[in-house]
């Protein structure tokens, strides 16, 4: 019984986070039941299922999962996280925050990123209101950080998004697997 306990709580040895910070308390590799403990959030369904699956081709959509929490502060702003995970493993998750207009508050949000992960990359912006767009791509981790103008240009909404990239190649070494399979 107690052991059954820690399999379905993935608690103890049965935990399967790593020790590589992914945001707030949580790390890479947990499960969603592990994230919810770490940060003491429930997680919910997202309006767009689809936000965590990856471009192209990929396994089967069933095995992946977006859930998201809105209960997040984050410099003092409201704040929606969405957690991926990909047969119950996180391996990405995506911060958006909406109707800022302090410019000061911007640059504190840059400058805390790249505190944290150097100085990255400036990239070319997808959209004409797309006003910053950085990235860092580091040895475990690629993080995305855009700014984007809203279309009456009375505020920006920004963007945050990480993935954990060795299990981002392991999801692709499952999709090829699944194509080798069906036939």
Known sequence: MIHRYLIEN?????????NEKAFLN???????????KAN???LFATKNPFT??????????????????????????NAEVTYCFFDDILYSYEISIS?????????????????RFGEGEAISPKSAAMRLRHLWNL???MIEYA??????????????????????????????KERESYF
Request: proline share 4%; aromatic share 10%; hydrophobic share 35%.
């Open 10 to 18: 993935k608690l103890y040895f049965y935990a399967t986070g790593t």
């Open 26 to 36: 949580s790390t890479w590799k947990m499960s969603q039941k592990e994230v919810e």
């Open 40 to 42: 003491g959030a429930e």
């Open 52 to 77: 965590c699956l990856p471009p192209g081709d990929f396994t089967n959509p069933l095995r992946f999962k977006a859930l998201s929490s809105e209960q997040v502060s984050l410099w003092g702003l």
């Open 99 to 115: 109707e800022i207009k302090d410019d000061k508050l911007q640059e504190k949000i840059t400058e805390t990123l790249k505190n």
């Open 139 to 141: 040895s475990n981790q």
């Open 147 to 176: 700014i984007i103008e809203s279309d009456d240009k009375r505020f920006h909404n920004i963007f945050i998004k990480a993935q954990h990239k060795p299990l981002n190649e392991f999801i692709q070494q499952a999709a090829r």
